[in-house]
Each structure stands twice: as structure tokens, then as C-alpha cells.
């Protein structure tokens, strides 16, 4: 039987060559693409012919060419006009909202299943927000927090950020209803538990992660946010030149508080924070292609049963976890 083919677009980058080293690991020879002339395949992502054509060859897209802003849309349309299931890294919320917005339709109607956000923000905080709240309701706030030491971004990572803090038009999720419009930023305290403990955060932090979680968690208030210290440390906005054995020594944890009329929390805690994120979509793409996942746009704990998905990432070294009793 034919081995599935999975296209990587961005190859090149940080983390297209992460997940070209991990789907090889698998066993699968992916289809390596992007804008780079010295790729098998170069292809710009504002060229709609040539990304029908690179599409058509694949059973699978893994779109890792950010900002998602610029690099998205026609990728993304063409995969579901065509028929090639698709994941993506993006972190941008209206990235991801025009996804659900605009292509659902045409997505069920052509069999194609596509998981945005499939990454270290947005999708690892989704997964974690749909373990720690299965079978609750009647939540009042609940709240996914990162904490980050040792960022290294990449050159689109920086661009991506230096996008998001600026934007205006932000996408929350309050009083049981999405909203868009200004937000005034502000700096709160989330509790983490040892050895991080408390810090101060930016809050909201304008990642995918409120679009991603509204669509399952059942809570009136859902807020992403992030350490404050991780934007004030001094490799983070020069990085773009960095090893990547250095940009390897990030260290994080991912926190998630669900807070009403029952409460529960859990935590993921790990090194190497891009690493984690390819291990995700990755597993993902995976799954597409091996049919598991029916057709539409989902959110990365609409598409996969979330602890199970977890734990999966758990055994592939990506992360420990730890899903405390509900009080």
C-alpha cells in the first residue's frame, strides 16, 4: 500500500527542518517545500499556481512558514479546495479564526481535515485546557498560562510577536461571548505551581489559544497569558542567528486553572519548547493521513482526545504531565 506523502512547506526553517527530521524518524520521506530555490520544491506561498500544484502531490500539508499572516491563506484555501489534509504553526488568532470562518465549508465538503495551531502556543495550551476541563461545565474563568525561560526566536517568530503586540483588533473570549477590539494590556500574578510558583504576566497574551479552547471549553472567561520576564531576557529579540542546539535550552511550563463551580489544574514541563511544538504537529499530521480525524477545521482537542494525545507527546520525550485530581 502507498505510503502516505506529507509536504512540509518552510523545510528550511527552524522548525520545518524539525519536523522533516522527526516524520523521518517515522519512516516517512516528506515532500520538502518553501520559498528556498535550493528545495526540491520552491514554492512561493503568494503563488496560487504553484501551491495547487505542490498540494496535489501531497496527502498532507505542514505549513511551518510564518508569520501565518502573510505566509497562510492561499496555502491553506488551496489545501482544502484540492483535497490535502493540513496543519499548521500558526499563533495568530485571525490567522486561525478565518480558518473556522472561511473554510469550513469547504473543507467537509472535499474530505479535507485541518488542525491550526498545531504547536507549541495555541495548540499545546488547547490540548491541555480540553484535559483538564473534560466533563466540566459551569466554569467562570479559565485561564492558560506560559511560563518561558530561554526563548531563542527564529526571524519569523520575532516577526510574528513584533505583529501581535501591536495589533489593536484583538480577539477574546468574555462573558461567554468572542469579541474583537482594543484591549488595555495589564500585568496579573498566575499562581504556577513549584518549582516556577508565582509570576507576573502579560495578560492577554494575543495567541490562537482563546479561538482554539472557546470551541470546547465550556467556561464563560477564557484568557491566554505569558511570563512577563520572557520578552526582558537578552537573547530573545537577537536570536535569529542562533544554533540550534541553542535555541534547544528553552524551558517552560504550561499551566492550565479552570475555576467555578468545580475547580481543577494541570501543568505540562519540559526543555526545548520548538520541540515540543513539532512533536505535536507531527503526531498530527500523522494521524490526517492515517484517516483518524473526520473532515472540517478543528481545533487541536476537537480532532484528538486531549489527555490521550498528551500523553502520546509525554512518551515521545516532549514534555511530563501532570493532571492533578479535580477539587
Same mark, same amino acid.
Given at each position: 500500500?502507498?505510503?502516505s506523502?506529507?509536504?512540509?512547506y518552510?523545510?528550511?526553517?527552524?522548525?520545518g527542518?524539525l519536523?522533516? #527530521?522527526?516524520?523521518?524518524?517515522r519512516?516517512?520521506?516528506?515532500?520538502?517545500?518553501?520559498?528556498?530555490?535550493?528545495?526540491?520544491?520552491?514554492v512561493?506561498a503568494?503563488d496560487?499556481a504553484?501551491?495547487? =500544484?505542490? %498540494?496535489r502531490?501531497?496527502?498532507v500539508i505542514?505549513?511551518?512558514a510564518?508569520?501565518?499572516s502573510k505566509?497562510?491563506r492561499?496555502i491553506?484555501?488551496?489545501?482544502?479546495?484540492?483535497?490535502?489534509?493540513y496543519?499548521?504553526?500558526a499563533?495568530?488568532?485571525h490567522?486561525?479564526?478565518?480558518?473556522?470562518d472561511e473554510?469550513?465549508?469547504t473543507?467537509?465538503?472535499?474530505g479535507?481535515?485541518?488542525?491550526?495551531?498545531?504547536?507549541?502556543?495555541?495548540?499545546?495550551?488547547?490540548?491541555?485546557?480540553g484535559?483538564?476541563?473534560?466533563?466540566?461545565?459551569?466554569?467562570?474563568?479559565?485561564?492558560? *498560562?506560559y511560563?518561558?525561560?530561554?526563548?531563542?526566536?527564529?526571524?519569523g @517568530?520575532?516577526?510574528? *510577536?513584533?505583529?501581535?503586540f501591536?495589533?489593536?483588533?484583538?480577539?477574546?473570549?468574555?462573558d461567554g461571548?468572542?469579541?474583537?477590539?482594543?484591549? #488595555?494590556?495589564?500585568?496579573v %500574578?498566575f499562581?504556577?505551581?513549584?518549582p516556577?510558583?508565582?509570576?507576573t504576566?502579560i495578560?492577554p497574551?494575543?495567541?490562537c489559544?482563546?479561538?482554539?479552547a472557546?470551541?470546547?471549553?465550556?467556561?464563560?472567561n477564557?484568557?491566554a497569558?505569558?511570563t512577563?520576564h520572557?520578552?526582558?531576557e537578552?537573547?530573545?529579540?537577537?536570536?535569529e542567528d542562533?544554533a540550534?542546539e541553542?535555541r534547544?535550552r528553552? =524551558?517552560f511550563?504550561v499551566a492550565?486553572?479552570a475555576?467555578?463551580k468545580?475547580? @481543577?489544574a494541570g501543568?505540562?514541563?519540559?526543555?526545548?519548547?520548538?520541540?515540543?511544538?513539532v512533536?505535536?504537529?507531527?503526531?498530527g499530521?500523522?494521524?490526517?493521513? #492515517?484517516?483518524?480525524v473526520?473532515?472540517?477545521?478543528?481545533?487541536?482537542?476537537?480532532?484528538?482526545?486531549?489527555?490521550p494525545?498528551?500523553r502520546?507527546? #509525554?512518551?515521545?520525550?516532549?514534555f511530563s504531565l501532570?493532571l492533578?485530581?479535580?477539587?
Amino acid at each position: 500500500m502507498r505510503r502516505s506523502v506529507i509536504a512540509v512547506y518552510g523545510a528550511t526553517g527552524h522548525t520545518g527542518r524539525l519536523v522533516v #527530521e522527526e516524520l523521518r524518524k517515522r519512516g516517512y520521506e516528506p515532500l520538502l517545500a518553501g520559498r528556498d530555490p535550493g528545495l526540491p520544491r520552491p514554492v512561493r506561498a503568494d503563488d496560487p499556481a504553484a501551491v495547487r =500544484e505542490l %498540494v496535489r502531490e501531497a496527502d498532507v500539508i505542514v505549513q511551518c512558514a510564518g508569520p501565518f499572516s502573510k505566509t497562510g491563506r492561499v496555502i491553506a484555501r488551496t489545501a482544502a479546495e484540492v483535497g490535502c489534509h493540513y496543519v499548521d504553526h500558526a499563533v495568530e488568532s485571525h490567522h486561525v479564526r478565518w480558518l473556522f470562518d472561511e473554510l469550513q465549508e469547504t473543507a467537509r465538503r472535499n474530505g479535507v481535515a485541518m488542525v491550526p495551531g498545531l504547536s507549541f502556543y495555541g495548540g499545546l495550551g488547547d490540548l491541555l485546557a480540553g484535559a483538564v476541563t473534560e466533563g466540566m461545565d459551569e466554569l467562570d474563568v479559565v485561564t492558560i *498560562a506560559y511560563a518561558v525561560s530561554g526563548w531563542r526566536m527564529t526571524t519569523g @517568530a520575532k516577526d510574528t *510577536a513584533e505583529q501581535l503586540f501591536a495589533e489593536t483588533e484583538r480577539i477574546t473570549f468574555t462573558d461567554g461571548e468572542q469579541r474583537v477590539g482594543y484591549v #488595555e494590556p495589564r500585568n496579573v %500574578v498566575f499562581p504556577f505551581p513549584p518549582p516556577v510558583g508565582p509570576r507576573t504576566m502579560i495578560a492577554p497574551l494575543p495567541s490562537c489559544d482563546v479561538v482554539l479552547a472557546q470551541r470546547h471549553v465550556r467556561a464563560r472567561n477564557i484568557e491566554a497569558q505569558l511570563t512577563a520576564h520572557t520578552f526582558t531576557e537578552d537573547q530573545v529579540f537577537v536570536s535569529e542567528d542562533a544554533a540550534p542546539e541553542d535555541r534547544a535550552r528553552s =524551558e517552560f511550563m504550561v499551566a492550565v486553572q479552570a475555576l467555578g463551580k468545580n475547580s @481543577a489544574a494541570g501543568r505540562i514541563v519540559g526543555e526545548d519548547l520548538w520541540l515540543a511544538g513539532v512533536h505535536a504537529s507531527v503526531e498530527g499530521a500523522v494521524r490526517l493521513a #492515517e484517516g483518524e480525524v473526520g473532515a472540517g477545521v478543528h481545533s487541536p482537542a476537537e480532532a484528538f482526545e486531549a489527555e490521550p494525545f498528551l500523553r502520546v507527546l #509525554e512518551g515521545l520525550g516532549a514534555f511530563s504531565l501532570r493532571l492533578p485530581g479535580r477539587a
